[in-house]
């Protein structure tokens, strides 16, 4: 499926125009480049709990998330304890899956042990070199590509739980490392 006209008339990635929530992300977040080590370790752990569900799930949470995880400060997550895995087990405003909770926290005590800019110096040292084509229709967008599957062994290697190939992918997505905004699509700029 190729890019397709939105209320504006404007032409975007399909998946985009199913909600307003989707068609602001789209606009003004998803490919656009992401810096810094607790924005990048928000989008790893929002990506790690949108795994087996819609993005719109997480979307829709991502405030509740916020506040539930302290803004994804590292410093502040690697201090959370067990009555803090509890407490979030509880919390309606999040997506309450043990597995996830733990790795949340797991992943930010180890990136708290982190030089300042490590995170972000990792992921994107796994973007790929510039000058891909851009996708004219979305069957041309890949799950998985070999940069996604060496930056989800470098995470792991590293300590970091709950990210394979297609989270991976996924993060590079949605923090600008590739751009998969359809070439028709109003949103498509250079990926950085």
């Not at 928000?42 to 993005?55: D, T």
């Not at 506040?67 to 959370?80: G, L, P, Q, T």
């Not at 992921?123 to 229709?137: K, L, N, V, Y």
């Not at 967008?141 to 297609?166: C, H, Q, W, Y």
Request: with cysteine; charged share 25%.
């Amino acid at each position: 499926m190729s890019a397709v006209a939105g209320p504006d008339g404007g032409l975007r990635c399909p998946w985009a125009l199913s909600t307003e929530d989707y068609i602001a992300y789209h606009d003004t977040e998803w490919g656009r480049p992401v810096h810094g080590d607790d924005a990048l370790y928000e989008r790893l752990c929002l990506e790690a709990f949108q795994s087996g569900l819609s993005w719109l799930t997480i979307l829709r949470r991502r405030e509740g998330f916020r506040k539930a995880f302290a803004d994804f400060e590292i410093a502040a997550v690697a201090r959370y304890d067990e009555q803090d895995a509890a407490r979030l087990l509880t919390d309606e405003r999040i997506i309450r899956n043990r597995a996830k909770i733990e790795a949340t926290l797991a992943n930010a005590k180890v990136l708290a042990q982190w030089e300042p800019g490590e995170l972000d110096e990792l992921i994107w040292s796994h973007a790929p070199e510039p000058g891909r084509a851009a996708p004219q229709d979305i069957s041309e967008i890949p799950a998985v590509t070999p940069e996604s599957t060496a930056l989800a062994k470098a995470l792991k290697k590293a300590g970091i739980r709950f990210v394979g190939p297609t989270t991976a992918y996924a993060l590079m997505q949605a923090c600008g490392l590739v751009n998969d905004h359809l070439a028709a699509c109003t949103a498509r700029t250079p990926a950085a």
